[in-house]
């Protein structure tokens, strides 16, 4: 079972910055895609960023070009970091692991808590 704790959270003005970290309890290199969900209040949680293992980086189209994702093995955590932020990007950032299914195990899907980030207008 993999542990995922986020942390960087926080309030800050429009237009200014935030950096999340997603520290994991194992290496980064057994875990097929991190990624970087987010849940605003009344709405379906969605993606915001994933980074498959060797594979190209998924930026959903509302954060693409302000945010980026990205993995330090050695410390086993992903971050992201959010550059020109907005008031509808307020919401819990969660971070997310997924194992693809092999011959022994079923698929699996990680959790964080969450970190809450909220940007003033």
């Known amino acids: 079972q993999v542990q995922l704790v986020e942390s960087g959270g926080g309030l800050v003005q429009a237009g200014g910055s935030l950096r999340l970290s997603c520290a994991a309890s194992e290496s980064i290199f057994s875990i097929n895609v991190m990624g970087w969900y987010r849940q605003a209040p009344g709405k379906q949680r969605e993606l915001v960023a994933a980074?498959?293992?060797?594979?190209?980086?998924n930026y959903s189209d509302s954060v693409k070009g302000r945010f980026t994702i990205s993995i330090d093995n050695a410390k086993n955590t992903v971050y992201l970091q959010m550059d020109s932020l907005k008031a509808e990007d307020t919401a819990v950032y969660y971070c997310?692991?997924?194992?693809?299914?092999?011959?022994?195990?079923?698929?699996?899907?990680?959790w964080g808590q969450g970190t809450q980030v909220t940007v003033s207008a």
């Open positions: 997310n692991g997924r194992r693809f299914r092999t011959t022994s195990a079923p698929e699996s899907s990680y």
């Open positions: 980074i498959p293992n060797g594979g190209l980086i």
